[in-house]
C-alpha cells in the first residue's frame, strides 16, 4: 500500500507541474501577444532617451487599465496596420498608464502616483492632460517635448489618421485644421 501511495504522488505531482507549465507558457505567450503589436510601443523614459539621439515628436496614449473605450482604441485604431507605421515612423510612440505607481523622472522633476479617491493617478498624467484625467486621451509632444495638442476621447482610424498626419507632417504649422480636413486623402484601405 505505502509502495501504492508513493507512485501516486509521483504521478499526481508531475501531472501538478506539466499543468503549471503548460499554463504559464500560455500566459507568458497570451502577454507577450498583447506586448507585441504594429506600434512600436515604448515607455516615456524610453522616448526621451531616443529624442536624446534622434529628434523626433512623442505621441503618448494616456490609458487606464479599466478604460473601456482605451481598449477599443487599441483593437480598432492602433491596429491598423498604415496607421502604426505611420505612428512609428514619424513619432516615438509611448504607452503611459494614468494611474502607474512607479516615478517618472523628467527635466529634474519626479513625477509620483497620488493616491485618491479609490484608485489615483499619475502626475504625469494628470500634467499632460491638463488636470482633466480622461481617457482614452492622446497627447502630442513637439521634438524639444513642448506640448502640441492633447486629444480627449475614442478615435476611429479615419479620425485619427487625419489627427497623426496633421501633425506628424508639420502641417498644424502651417495650415488650419479646417483647411486640412477639405483636403486630405486617407489611405486607409
Same mark, same amino acid.
Given at each position: 500500500?505505502?509502495?501504492?501511495?508513493? !507512485?501516486?504522488?509521483?504521478?499526481i505531482?508531475?501531472?501538478?507541474?506539466?499543468?503549471? $507549465?503548460?499554463?504559464?507558457s /500560455? $500566459?507568458?505567450?497570451e502577454?507577450?501577444?498583447?506586448?507585441e503589436?504594429?506600434?512600436?510601443?515604448?515607455?516615456f523614459?524610453?522616448? *526621451?532617451e531616443?529624442?536624446k539621439?534622434?529628434? &523626433?515628436?512623442?505621441?503618448?496614449?494616456? %490609458?487606464?487599465?479599466?478604460?473601456?473605450?482605451?481598449? *477599443?482604441?487599441?483593437?480598432?485604431t492602433?491596429?491598423?496596420?498604415?496607421?502604426?507605421? %505611420?505612428?512609428?515612423?514619424?513619432?516615438?510612440p509611448? !504607452?503611459?498608464?494614468?494611474?502607474?505607481?512607479?516615478?517618472?523622472? $523628467?527635466?529634474?522633476?519626479?513625477? &509620483?502616483?497620488?493616491?485618491?479617491?479609490?484608485?489615483?493617478y499619475?502626475q504625469? /498624467?494628470?500634467?499632460?492632460l491638463?488636470?482633466?484625467?480622461? %481617457?482614452?486621451?492622446? *497627447?502630442?509632444?513637439?521634438?524639444? $517635448?513642448n506640448?502640441?495638442?492633447?486629444?480627449a476621447? %475614442?478615435?476611429?482610424?479615419?479620425?485619427?489618421e487625419? *489627427?497623426?498626419?496633421?501633425?506628424g507632417?508639420?502641417?498644424? &504649422?502651417?495650415?488650419?485644421?479646417?483647411?486640412?480636413?477639405k =483636403?486630405? =486623402?486617407?489611405?486607409?484601405?
Amino acid at each position: 500500500m505505502r509502495r501504492l501511495m508513493k !507512485k501516486e504522488l509521483i504521478y499526481i505531482s508531475t501531472i501538478a507541474l506539466l499543468l503549471v $507549465f503548460v499554463g504559464s507558457s /500560455a $500566459f507568458i505567450n497570451e502577454a507577450d501577444t498583447v506586448e507585441e503589436g504594429p506600434v512600436n510601443w515604448m515607455s516615456f523614459e524610453e522616448a *526621451v532617451e531616443k529624442s536624446k539621439t534622434e529628434k &523626433k515628436k512623442i505621441f503618448i496614449d494616456v %490609458y487606464t487599465d479599466w478604460c473601456g473605450w482605451c481598449k *477599443v482604441m487599441d483593437k480598432n485604431t492602433f491596429s491598423q496596420a498604415d496607421i502604426a507605421k %505611420y505612428l512609428n515612423e514619424n513619432f516615438y510612440p509611448v !504607452k503611459l498608464d494614468a494611474e502607474q505607481e512607479e516615478d517618472i523622472e $523628467f527635466r529634474g522633476h519626479t513625477f &509620483k502616483f497620488v493616491p485618491s479617491g479609490r484608485r489615483g493617478y499619475h502626475q504625469l /498624467a494628470a500634467s499632460l492632460l491638463n488636470n482633466k484625467l480622461s %481617457y482614452p486621451t492622446v *497627447v502630442f509632444l513637439d521634438e524639444d $517635448f513642448n506640448m502640441i495638442q492633447p486629444l480627449a476621447g %475614442y478615435q476611429k482610424p479615419e479620425q485619427f489618421e487625419r *489627427v497623426i498626419k496633421f501633425i506628424g507632417g508639420d502641417h498644424y &504649422k502651417s495650415t488650419t485644421w479646417e483647411e486640412w480636413v477639405k =483636403e486630405f =486623402e486617407s489611405e486607409l484601405n
